[in-house]
């Protein structure tokens, strides 16, 4: 039987909270360590109908790529979206636990798979951490001369099945140095666009970033949020699982992506 300390120990091996944002809320974020736990779901984002998932199925933990809570609260009452969602889990005795940025800066974390994808080369991080170069910030790397930035939209649009993505810029051109910040990605542009990138692969980006990358001469190959990062926590109850195989692990099976895709008819 693993402990609380076994679990929390191999998940913060996968992905080191001290790699994540100042502004984040990391770790372990509610309930108590009971003596064992034997289920862990993972999920991207905590909402009532997950957690219901997890009641129903007798989780012990759940893994929450997005925190929760992730401000302060004042209070916890079913006042509140967020009150309702942890009163559900402190009555059922469940716990959360989140990695977030400090997943996607980890050595094999979000960006890092996504790199992995699109077979990039001479891969590193945007922004290097400071006590490890190999881990960081983002990702970035280079793709052979052939590689359109339509062909790299299509390519991971394709391995992480969304129903299509957001391109600015010319499809046409060459992709070459490619940028990677999963998620929500706009405020990184001058950072990749100070590394050299000539294409920017990330979650979702406002109006005013993509055309600042444009002004940049970067093209933008926008795959939602979503689809950029619910893949990584199923490779995250995987992972767990294997270093840990007394714990049954899954990834929700009812999670899914917010907004819909409708094409126009």
């Known amino acids: 039987?693993?402990?609380?300390?076994?679990?929390?120990?191999?998940?913060?091996?996968?992905?080191?909270?001290?790699?994540?944002?100042?502004?984040?809320?990391?770790?372990?974020?509610?309930?108590?360590?009971?003596?064992?736990?034997?289920?862990?779901?993972?999920?991207?984002?905590?909402?009532?109908?997950?957690?219901?998932?997890?009641?129903?199925?007798?989780?012990?933990?759940?893994?929450?790529?997005?925190?929760?809570?992730?401000?302060?609260?004042?209070?916890?009452?079913?006042?509140?979206?967020?009150?309702?969602?942890?009163?559900?889990?402190?009555?059922?005795?469940?716990?959360?636990?989140?990695?977030?940025?400090?997943?996607?800066?980890?050595?094999?974390?979000?960006?890092?798979?996504?790199?992995?994808?699109?077979?990039?080369?001479?891969?590193?991080?945007?922004?290097?951490?400071?006590?490890?170069?190999?881990?960081?910030?983002?990702?970035?790397?280079?793709v052979s001369s052939q590689k359109t930035v339509g062909m790299i939209a299509q390519q991971l649009a394709s391995a992480l099945g969304c129903p299509g993505c957001h391109v600015a810029g010319k499809t046409s051109l060459p992709a070459n140095r490619i940028g990677i910040v999963c998620g929500s990605g706009g405020e990184s542009v001058p950072v990749a666009a100070a590394a050299g990138c000539q294409t920017l692969v990330t979650g979702e980006i406002k109006l005013h970033d993509a055309l600042t990358a444009l002004t940049h001469n970067m093209a933008v190959v926008s795959v939602g949020h979503h689809c950029s990062e619910r893949f990584s926590m199923e490779r995250m109850a995987q992972e767990l699982h294997k270093a840990l195989p007394d714990l049954y692990c899954w990834a929700s099976l009812k999670e899914a992506d917010p907004l819909q895709w409708l094409p126009a008819t």
């Open 1 to 142: 039987m693993s402990t609380p300390d076994d679990v929390i120990t191999a998940l913060e091996h996968l992905a080191p909270l001290r790699l994540a944002a100042e502004w984040d809320n990391v770790g372990f974020l509610v309930g108590t360590k009971r003596p064992t736990i034997q289920r862990v779901m993972t999920c991207l984002t905590l909402t009532m109908e997950i957690a219901r998932e997890a009641v129903s199925q007798k989780a012990d933990l759940i893994v929450t790529h997005h925190p929760l809570p992730f401000r302060p609260v004042n209070r916890i009452t079913e006042a509140t979206a967020t009150g309702e969602i942890l009163l559900e889990l402190l009555t059922a005795g469940i716990g959360v636990w989140s990695g977030h940025t400090a997943w996607d800066s980890a050595a094999q974390g979000i960006n890092a798979m996504l790199a992995d994808m699109l077979s990039l080369q001479n891969i590193a991080p945007l922004e290097p951490d400071e006590a490890d170069p190999h881990v960081g910030f983002g990702r970035v790397g280079t």
